[in-house]
């Protein structure tokens, strides 16, 4: 408890300003999740590929969410594989009913009108929030309905814990309908953000500005017949407000009381009195409305600070769910299977496939069996150049991976025991600039499993010892 105080001590003092969008802080316990380290990650390509590019790479093919928050939400899983059978198997039972039922169809088409609610909830808590991004939430709000429609008719406990996360918010859904117009600017500094009818005087203010128009047309019509020149304009800009403009061939015929203002090569641009009186009423009018709608867009903003935590709620359940209904449309379009985790040791997989090479070849992956049991606990693979040894070996560790995130996996059947970390030693890199030779690299690699692998732990090592000369290599293989 004392840490975390620190930690959130130091959090606001570095960002010296109020956080209210971080309302806690939770310990992970690496108990609790199958733990990969850094070479795993890389050799397994999970969401980079060995070149640093995203292609070909489990998350490419596995992540077809729909909202941004899905896919943020789907990586975490890739990247965390839980060890808890129960919320594996809560997942597992969501992906069958939203397959059964065909129901993540309606649903993934109806979280096409949901923007990033998570990233704007950040903002307004910042107090960063830009006019589009309350939009986005406005729009994202009013689509909620039609997916709590959708989520009635499922019963799996974990989408109705989901349905009641993500809830309706009705009262949020008005108060952004009634002070934010549609589609409005950019940024706030230009005004005409808040919608009619949200603030009587912001309406009083902005009808002077608007009726500037008429009243210059009509001044333009009687200045003209008072002084006889037909071609006399009522004209505004910037620098100078409004002014009459007048050809210079003409400007003898002006009225005494006009007052010049600027003198241009083919023009002469003049104001009275009456003129000057309105200009400042209505500049007046203009600059004060930009300044109520910027008072008004902050008290929006407090009142939706308020709401801050149903928000965050609501894009946690939206993300999840997007997740699950992913895993279900991936599961039906590339034919993966429901894993069985059991509490007894090994790994029973029926034809299992890579999921990555098998999109990429043009020719039907043939399928693999992989069995290790705790009477036999190592597999051996030889053969030649090119036959598929480490394809096989890395398909294993994605099915298991993929199985404890909760999702189906490539294969006819698999039976999964307890694993709790997934160490590769695959490849052949030197480290130059902390001076390792290649050799080097593969022992440190190699011990590091060595120091920490378990019982319940998968390894793979493609090829160890390659980095020295035969006979040491297979002596310390």
Known sequence: IMAAGCLMQYVRDTQRSALPHIAALRVENTDDAVLLDAASRRNLEIEFNLSGGTENTLTSVIDKSITSMGSRCLRRWLHSPLRDTGVLQA?????????????????????????????????????SAR??????????????????????????????????????HPDIAALLDAAIKDNPPVVLRDGGVIARGYNAELDELRSLGKNADDFLLQLEQRERERSGIKTLKVSYNKVHGYYIEISRLQSEQVPDDYIRRQTLKNTERFITAELKEYEEKVLSARERALALEKSLYDELLNRLLGSLHELQNCARGLSELDCLCNLAERAETLNYCCPELSTEAGIQIKGGRHAVVEQVRDEPFIPNDSLLSDKKRMNIITGPNMGGKSTYMRQTALIVLLAHIGSYVPADSAHIGPIDRIFTRIGAADDLASGRST??????????????????????????GRGTSTFDGLSLA
């Open 131 to 168: 006019p589009r991004d309350l939009e986005t939430l406005k729009l994202s709000i009013r689509a909620l309905p039609d997916i709590q429609q959708s989520l009635q008719h499922c019963h799996a406990p974990l989408l109705q814990s989901l349905a009641g996360d993500i809830g309706e």
């Open 91 to 127: 997942r597992h039972q969501c992906i069958a009913e939203l397959l059964d039922s065909g129901y993540f169809v309606d649903i993934r088409q109806q979280l096409h009108a949901i923007g990033d609610i998570e990233r704007i909830t950040s903002r307004v808590a910042l107090r």
């Open 439 to 464: 050799f080097m690299v593969e022992m440190t690699e190699a011990a590091n499993i060595l120091n920490n692998a378990t019982a319940n732990s998968l390894v793979l090592m493609d090829e160890i």
